[in-house]
Every structure is written in C-alpha cells, then in structure tokens.
Nanobody, 122 residues
Framework: QVQLVESGGGLVQPGGSLRLSCAASGATFSNYGMGWFRRAPGKERDFVAAINWSGTSTYYGDFVKGRFTITRDNAKNTVYLQMNSLKPEDTALYYC???????????????WGQGTQVTVSS
C-alpha cells in the first residue's frame, strides 16, 4: 500500500508563501488521486485541495480563493501544495491523502500521511 510523507511546513509571516510536498512510496503513484487536508486545533478537518491521477483536474476548498495551487509530478511520486498570501487562520496541521479508484475529491481517502505543521504568525 502507499506510504505518504509530507514536508515543507514551518513558520511564515502573514502574506508569505510555503510549498508543501508529499512524497509517496510503496505503490504506483499514478493510480491514486491525491488530496490535501488540514486540521486546526479544536476544529474539524478541512478539505484544502485535490488533484486527479493525471493532474488534469484540480479541486479546492472554498476558503482557498485562488491562493493555493495543487500540482503533482508522477515521475517523482510527489504532490505539491503551493500556498501564497497566507493568513493566520491558515495555521493548521496539513495532511496529504491518497485515493485509489474512481476519483471522488471529496470522498473517502484510503491512505494518509502524518502531517506537516504550518504556522502563520508575525
């Protein structure tokens, strides 16, 4: 089964940018649709973004509003989340997830990473 490892989180000032990466191993990466989710302390998990196996279709949570971009590189078995114009309310633990089969971006994901912390603060 696929294993997922996120990286790229950290502390950034409001208005700044971060690029998260999620490296996959253990399975054929292009068989999976991929998603990014986040959970802030005391809040429910949010859907952030998702991308289909080929990268031709992308989906975003309403709060993203053009600030984030999800991409993938199947040759590198990696999915990325470019986050710009970050706000303090974007502070959360960000997870990537993989879904096999007919892709449902808002559906159930089969595999999850451990997460990478993003903190937006001055």
């Amino acid at each position: 089964q696929v294993q997922l490892v996120e990286s790229g989180g950290g502390l950034v000032q409001p208005g700044g940018s971060l690029r998260l990466s999620c490296a996959a191993s253990g399975a054929t990466f292009s068989n999976y649709g991929m998603g990014w989710f986040r959970r802030a302390p005391g809040k429910e998990r949010d859907f952030v973004a998702a991308i289909n196996w080929s990268g031709t279709s992308t989906y975003y949570g309403d709060f993203v509003k053009g600030r984030f971009t999800i991409t993938r590189d199947n040759a590198k078995n990696t999915v990325y989340l470019q986050m710009n114009s970050l706000k303090p309310e974007d502070t959360a633990l960000y997870y990537c997830a993989a879904q096999k089969g007919l892709f449902a971006p808002m559906g159930e994901y089969n595999h999850w990473g451990q997460g990478t912390q993003v903190t937006v603060s001055s």
